[in-house]
């Protein structure tokens, strides 16, 4: 019970901290608002035609969903890390008894409760902006879940090795760029050189791109071993996410 | 013994922070730790409190830093900064919610005279006020040993002395103070020790009186000559008075002068035709302590000069 108080704690009091960041709240919705504008309503896609956007819109609902499972949770929980650094509030959270983990999941918890809000707005707009025809699955729960809980790991790790907030941001757009659309979300392996293809299933987002892909489009099956390979990658980066937080100065 | 601290040591890099230091504090007593900027306060707080890696031993309440049951322990870091978009009162809950017991919000407000801003955000508070709402954190759980690191800056006056009637009530409790502070005065009225870290060794260490008796040096009377007197003229009339005499800035100050010998030093400066302005008497105080202990060792930063004039000058 005292863990489940403390991370309650912990939970409201970064739930406070965000949605009391008017600008924060509102680019984190508008953000892949714009995108979708952008891409489904503005450059469309052609089925029948070559480029970049040749595939079903469908084909692109993961990567209207990774622009906030990977962008939202790198940046927010390593500009919090960096925040609390500065503040010395791991200073003070050292002599509580929460651990790291639990500052961890609580925060994860925060950002779960904001994707999830997110990708049901994109999945809306995505269907009725560009007519993209989907399956809804539960299986995007535990997708959603397990993608955004892996980048609060990786977020977890750029707080705290970056020396600043402004390096938290540069690097998270950095790192998150790439991964974006070389994950296999906007743009198919077969535009990508092949020599470079075996990289796209190193970066964990693929996993999650291919298991939503399988999961809305089918074959659903195809879906399950996506979600053991994120899991298990999931698990890691919480771990070393949660490690490397700072105790000490 | 609540804290006992034998040998700690800390380098960073070819920087060595603490220097071998050893303090032991007793239940229900303030100990107070006071030196120049950089002395290594900060960092000895840490590696009490175990957030920092040291060398030597710490034990509080019995055990190492990170064995100690954390529900004891109430820790300030130095600048100490919460999420600033919570009200006070979120900020008491929120840390409160950290432990398994904790007080009252309500009551933890009170205590530091912050009920009526209790639903104003941090980042709108005065900085005093948000000193104490950070006061307040560290209280909420009640702890035996209570870890302040400069808790009463940028409070004013009257909210510094508000809080060191709150540490008195929790001492009288049975809670034990470790805190550090630039305000001689301060630790002056709390600690029943004091210890003045300087180049990250502990000079001097005992109760504040016997420091002053043993350090502080001389009463003074210091006399404020007017524009024509010669000082050389002032300082031969009262030469056979008190221990010693210079002048500076137009200053005559005469060491070891007794209440009894202020007449004497007037009367012989009317006898010799010198005009003062003003005078003041002088005890020692921990301030002199300060002064006379860092300044031989060499470890008076501009800061604390800088900050001693704006106390002496500030009416």
């Known amino acids: 019970m005292t863990i489940t108080r403390r991370i309650r704690a912990e939970t409201m009091a970064a739930f406070r901290a965000f949605v009391r960041r008017r600008t924060a709240v509102f680019f984190t919705f508008f953000f892949p608002v714009i995108i979708i504008l952008i891409f489904g309503a503005l450059v469309q896609t052609q089925p029948t035609g070559g480029g970049l956007f040749a595939q079903p819109p469908a084909y692109y609902v993961p990567g209207y969903l990774a622009v906030v499972v990977l962008f939202t949770p790198l940046s927010r929980v390593g500009s919090s890390v960096a925040r609390h650094r500065e503040g010395n509030r791991f200073e003070k959270l050292a002599t509580t008894p929460l651990s790291r983990t639990e500052w961890l999941l609580a925060h994860t918890l925060v950002n779960v409760g904001i994707i999830g809000v997110a990708s049901l707005i994109i999945l809306g707009l995505v269907v009725t902006i560009t007519g993209a025809t989907i399956t809804f699955s539960w299986l995007l729960i535990p997708f959603i879940v397990l993608g955004v809980a892996l980048f609060c790991g990786f977020g977890a790790l750029l707080g705290a090795t970056a020396d600043s907030q402004d390096g938290v941001i540069a690097a998270s757009n950095t790192i998150a760029l790439p991964l974006l659309f070389l994950s296999e979300t906007f743009i198919t392996p077969s535009l990508l050189p092949a020599w470079f293809r075996p990289a796209v299933s190193l970066s964990p987002l693929s996993y999650f791109a291919r298991g939503v892909r399988a999961a809305t489009m089918g074959p659903v099956a195809d879906a399950y071993g996506n979600l053991l390979v994120l899991a298990v990658l999931t698990l890691l980066f919480v771990a070393v996410g949660a490690h490397a937080l700072p105790r000490t100065d | ?315």
């Open chain 2, 1 to 315: 013994m609540v804290l006992n601290a034998e040998n700690v040591r800390r380098e960073y890099g070819d920087t060595v922070a603490l220097d071998g230091v050893s303090l032991s504090v007793d239940r229900g007593t303030v100990f107070a730790l006071i030196g120049p900027n950089g002395a290594g306060k900060t960092t000895l707080i840490r590696s009490l409190t175990g957030t920092t890696e040291y060398e030597g031993t710490v034990e509080l309440l019995g055990a190492p830093p990170e064995q100690t049951d954390t529900q004891q322990i109430g820790l300030l870091p130095q600048s100490f900064a919460p999420p600033e978009r919570l009200t006070a009162r979120e900020l008491i809950e929120y840390y409160g919610g950290l432990y398994d017991d904790a007080r009252s919000p309500t009551a933890v407000l009170d205590d530091v005279g912050l009920t009526d801003a209790a639903d104003t955000w941090y980042e709108s508070l005065s900085g005093g006020q948000q000193r104490r709402v950070c006061v307040g954190i560290a209280l909420v759980n009640d702890p035996e040993l209570l870890v302040l690191d400069e808790p009463t800056t940028g409070i004013d006056p009257a909210g510094r002395r508000d809080l060191w009637r709150l540490l008195e009530r929790l001492t009288d409790d049975g809670t034990t103070v470790v805190l550090t502070t630039h305000y001689m005065e301060e630790a002056e009225y709390l600690a029943d020790t004091v210890g003045l870290l300087a180049d990250g060794s502990l000079v001097a260490t005992g109760p504040p009186q016997t420091l002053i008796e043993e350090y502080g040096g001389a009463n003074r009377l210091e006399v404020e000559l007017a524009k024509s007197v010669d000082p050389g003229e002032a300082e031969r009339a009262t030469e056979p008075i008190g221990t010693g005499v210079e002048t500076a800035d137009r200053t005559l100050t005469i060491r070891g002068v007794t209440p009894r010998a202020i007449g004497d030093v007037l009367d012989a400066l009317d006898d010799a035709g010198v005009d003062y302005d003003a005078l003041s008497w002088q005890q020692p105080d921990l301030e002199s302590v300060y002064l006379t202990l860092t300044e031989s060792s060499g470890s008076t930063d501009t800061a604390t000069r800088a900050n001693r004039m704006e106390e002496i000058t500030t009416p």
